[in-house]
Nanobody, 117 residues
Framework: QVQLVESGGGLVQPGGSLSLSCAVSGYIFSIGAMGWYRQAPGKQRELVAIITNGDTTTYADSVKGRATISRDNSKNTINLQMNSLKPEDTAVYYC???????????WGQGTQVTVSS
């Protein structure tokens, strides 16, 4: 089993920055790609960014140029740095981890990010 715990959410003013972290524990050796999804009120959950074991990254168009995903395998964490935040970035952000060679995906409990003045 794998456990994911997010931190770093909160209230940010438009134009501000935020850093989210996700701590991974459990069967870490089984983990491949990791990333972040988000879900805004009344909307479907959507991909924000993904990072593979080889550090290949993919970003949603909506955050491209404003977000940076990184992973620290020595600390078993992934991070999401977001800049130039907009009210439409308001959502619950979820950390995900994919089990290698399977379709199994683990989810964190989510952390709220609110962008408002």
């Amino acid at each position: 089993q794998v456990q994911l715990v997010e931190s770093g959410g909160g209230l940010v003013q438009p134009g501000g920055s935020l850093s989210l972290s996700c701590a991974v524990s459990g069967y870490i050796f089984s983990i491949g790609a990791m990333g972040w999804y988000r879900q805004a009120p009344g909307k479907q959950r959507e991909l924000v960014a993904i990072i593979t074991n080889g550090d290949t990254t993919t970003y949603a168009d909506s955050v491209k140029g404003r977000a940076t995903i990184s992973r620290d395998n020595s600390k078993n964490t992934i991070n999401l740095q977001m800049n130039s935040l907009k009210p439409e970035d308001t959502a619950v952000y979820y950390c995900i981890a994919d089990r290698r060679y399977t379709t199994q995906r683990y989810w964190g409990q989510g952390t709220q990010v609110t962008v408002s003045s």
